[in-house]
């Protein structure tokens, strides 16, 4: 009997699990797609005028997001599809803060190189 509820509440933690690496995963993308969206509306110049919440508050979002990943990552319980959900969102992450790196240093160029990697990666 005790075994049963051990493997029940083992199943039920690996659920919850799961549901977490999934829920990070759409929240990463869905603030790079929000990137996004303010750069099709804004572009370069613009762009940190017209995003409520700000770049800079969504980049620090981000790197309390990815140190959670990076926990989940080494806790060694992450099976291949949330292993490759993980690597997925914090290639995201590192794409999110590189278009942040070229506003802050006004370098349009790498900017705009930064958002083609961002789209790449972002699924609509």
Do not use: C
């Not at 993308?29 to 995003?51: D, P, Q, V, Y």
């Amino acid at each position: 009997m005790q075994e049963l509820q051990a493997q029940e509440a083992a199943e039920a933690i690996w659920d919850q699990i799961q549901e977490l690496v999934q829920e990070i995963w759409a929240d990463v993308f869905g603030k790079a797609n929000k990137i996004l969206t303010a750069h099709t509306r804004f572009g370069f110049t613009e762009i940190e005028k017209g995003m409520n919440p700000s770049l800079q508050a969504i980049v620090l979002s981000l790197k309390t997001i990815e140190s959670s990943l990076d926990s989940l990552d080494s806790s060694g319980v992450l099976d291949y599809e949330e292993q490759r959900l993980v690597i997925n969102a914090k290639t995201q992450i590192n794409n999110v803060q590189r278009v942040a790196l070229a506003l802050d240093q006004k370098d349009q160029d790498e900017y705009e190189k930064a958002i083609e990697i961002l789209r790449k990666q972002a699924p609509f």
